[in-house]
Structure formats: C-alpha cells, structure tokens
C-alpha cells in the first residue's frame, strides 16, 4: 500500500491525573498509531500530546514507554514525525528529537502538502487577548524562568507540575468552554485575519480547544480545530486530493 496520507493530531494529554484511564488511553493512541503506519507519510503532533512534559539536562519524565517506543518505530520506518509544543508540553527540548528523530516546532509552521498551503499550530496564545493568559505564557516560555525551574529537584518540580496540570483540567472539566459561534471563538477569528494577508493558504489547522469544528472560511479557505483525545479520539488525515476529520472508534481495552 502507496504511504500518500498525512495525519494531524493533538491533546491527548498523556499522563493527566484526573483521568483513571490514562493507560488505557495510551493503548489507544498506540493503537491508532499502528493503524495509520501502513499509508502514512507523515504524522504532524500539534501540541499538547503530554499533559505535563519537561527535560532536564538528564532526566525526563517516567512512563509513556509504549508510546515513545511506536513513535520510534514509526519514525525509523521513515513516517516524518513533526511535533509541535502546546501550553501543557511548551518544555520539549531537544531529547525527543535525538531520541526519536521528530522534527519539532515552537512556532506556527506554513508548509505544502500537495499542492495545497497548509497553516498548522497548537493554537494557544493566537487571538486570545486574556491578560491571565498571556502572563502565564510568558512565565513559561521565559528561558531564565525555565532554568531556574530546572534547580527544583525532579521529584519536586514533576510533581508540583503534575498539580498544576490536574487542576487546570478539573477547572476545564468543571466549566467546558464550547464552541463560541464564528464570530467569537477566538482561533476563528485568527484564522480570518490571517487569512487576509495570506489568502493563499488553503487549510488551517489547530488544536488546544477541545472541539471538533470543520469550518469553510471562503470558497477555499478552511479551518479545523481537530478536537482531543479525552472524549472525542480524533483526528484530521489529507490524502493529496482531501482533508477529512474523522474519529478512532476501533478499540477495545481488553
């Protein structure tokens, strides 16, 4: 079978401790992976596949052994692997690209696939003008920030972020943000201003919300925020021709 698919993904949020079945859900996640490897070229992460992620200069965090160990075997089976930092792994550095091999992105990355431009990003931090927010992402992406967080012993500082993590999602879980409608959800409103600089991208895609919206901006202009991992398994694949979001129903836990 001709590998001619390229898949997108994001928030699976590995290891969150407000979920029971994080080792189920690992198991799923690896289980699509080995699904996709037989047509896919190319598999995008767009942020957020850790709830909690950061590298010491000699340490990582514990578990996701069978994950990383498909990642790898996908990568060494040359499936291009592009990993994109969200709010909840911003501290991947430079391990998982020696280890695995994957291509990682701090940034909104353009690219071609085809012949189609293609504007691909986590998507926190892009038309959210909350000042709490932006604050927050400041103190994280700051380098001496991120070093002085590195003099907290491992034990300490996973913990503390695994804290912070789980209160967060049971924020998230307590009060859901649903979809705002096309003229107030803010990664919408992005995608259009974007757009009138850069009409000639033809798709936009982006995670960190936790909806599935497939939207048509313009007669050739279209947007996906592609969903999770905690409820809705879901995913976006382009085959050259077509770009669909389509959901993993085929798991069993047993």
């Given at each position: 079978m001709a590998r001619d698919k390229?898949?997108?993904v994001s928030d699976i949020h590995l290891g969150s401790a407000v979920f029971e079945d994080t080792r189920i859900r690992e198991k799923r996640f690896v289980l699509w992976l080995e699904t996709i490897r037989k047509d896919a070229k190319a598999l995008y992460l767009l942020g957020d596949i850790f709830d909690f992620w950061f590298e010491y200069k000699r340490t990582v965090p514990q578990g996701y052994t069978r994950f990383l160990g498909k990642l790898a075997e996908l990568?060494?089976?040359g499936i291009e692997i592009h990993y994109f930092t969200g709010n909840h792994d911003i501290w991947v550095f430079d391990y998982l690209p020696q280890e695995i091999?994957?291509?990682?992105?701090k940034k909104p990355f353009v690219t071609e696939i085809g012949?189609?431009?293609?504007?691909?990003?986590?998507g926190d931090?892009?038309?959210?003008?909350?000042?709490?927010?932006k604050l927050i992402r400041r103190i994280f992406h700051n380098r001496i920030c991120q070093k002085l967080f590195c003099l907290l012993h491992p034990d300490w500082g996973i913990g503390l972020a695994h804290y912070?993590?789980?209160h967060s999602r049971l924020k998230e879980l307590a009060h859901p943000a649903p979809y705002f409608g096309e003229e107030k959800e803010h990664l919408v409103l992005y995608a259009k201003e974007y757009l009138k600089t850069?009409?000639?991208?033809?798709?936009?895609?982006?995670?960190?919300?936790h909806i599935m919206l497939d939207l048509m901006l313009s007669h050739h202009n279209r947007m996906m925020i592609i969903g999770d991992w905690l409820q809705y398994f879901s995913y976006?694949?382009?085959?050259?021709?077509?770009?669909?979001l389509e959901q993993f129903a085929d798991f069993s836990p047993e």
């Open positions: 390229v898949y997108f990568s060494d089976d091999g994957l291509i990682l992105h012949n189609k431009t293609f504007y691909l990003a986590h931090g892009l038309g959210d003008n909350s000042h709490s927010f912070w993590a789980k850069h009409p000639e991208t033809d798709y936009l895609l982006f995670g960190h919300r976006a694949v382009f085959d050259g021709e077509k770009l669909t």
